[in-house]
């Protein structure tokens, strides 16, 4: 069964460093999103892909963190300075061709961002 | 603002039993709702999703019901396992290519 895969799994960071967070999603599907959920907390928003532009973002998502798909396989998360609060889950997910509303969302395992 | 409310925080119950998980929303326009299972540190699985005209959907031991009119969900499990222990998430799209708005989760332990 496909499925979206992220590397790594766990990811320990010093404050002001930058990281790079991958993932691959499954090959037929064409938007990407990255959602993350700081310990004990709900899954939030950061950002949706397609046709390789940013289609929306929420506040979360400021200057320091950008995305990428430089390849036609993965799609990666950057966060240029890191900070104590980034640290989270984050999850990539990927959906087939249509909109949201019609077919299945797919998220990965995740990466647990730990910034010390 | 876009809202959706899960109730409650967390569940314990005895193995074998059934449960029932609430969900309110206020998200506008709305698409479709999904339940999905979480797994302490892995990714959201969706159970099932619903349209606007469904009321009931059934996936196994999970049966998921809507009332678009009240805008409430709810999600029935069935003969509880205890692999059924995890957070169970209700999340509420918007029309068209729109982010989810996810619920806070409940958090179902069964125990033996």
């Known amino acids: 069964e496909p499925e979206v895969t992220q590397t790594p799994s766990h990811q320990v960071t010093q404050m002001g460093q930058e990281v790079i967070l991958r993932c691959v999603p499954i090959?037929?599907?064409?938007?990407f999103y990255w959602y993350r959920q700081i310990l004990g907390q709900k899954v939030e928003f950061l950002v949706s892909?397609?046709?390789?532009?940013?289609?929306?973002k929420s506040e979360i998502f400021d200057d320091q963190f950008s995305v990428e798909r430089p390849d036609g396989s993965n799609f990666t998360l950057k966060i240029r300075s890191t900070k104590l609060e980034d640290s989270a889950m984050y999850f990539c997910?990927?959906?087939?061709?249509?909109?949201?509303?019609?077919?299945?969302?797919?998220f990965g395992q995740g990466t647990r961002l730990t910034v010390v | 603002k876009n809202q959706v409310e899960q109730s409650p925080q967390s569940l314990i119950i005895l193995e074998g039993k059934n449960c029932t998980l609430q969900?309110?929303?206020?998200?506008?326009?709305?698409?479709?709702l999904r339940w999905y299972k979480q797994d302490t540190g892995r990714g959201p699985v969706s159970l099932t999703i619903?349209?606007?005209?469904?009321n009931t959907k059934s996936n196994g031991r999970y049966t998921a019901t809507l009332d678009a009119d009240t805008k409430q969900s709810s999600l029935h499990i069935t003969a509880s396992q205890l692999s059924d222990s995890a957070s169970y998430i209700c999340?509420?799209?918007?029309?068209?290519?729109?982010?989810?708005?996810f619920g806070k989760g409940t958090r179902l332990s069964v125990i033996a």
């Open positions: 892909f397609y046709n390789n532009e940013i289609s929306e």
């Open positions: 999340v509420v799209i918007l029309s068209g290519n729109t982010p989810l708005v």
């Open positions: 090959s037929n599907h064409l938007y």
């Open positions: 969900c309110n929303y206020t998200v506008s326009p709305f698409s479709n």
């Open positions: 619903m349209t606007f005209s469904e």
């Open positions: 997910a990927s959906s087939g061709v249509g909109a949201w509303g019609d077919t299945e969302a797919f």
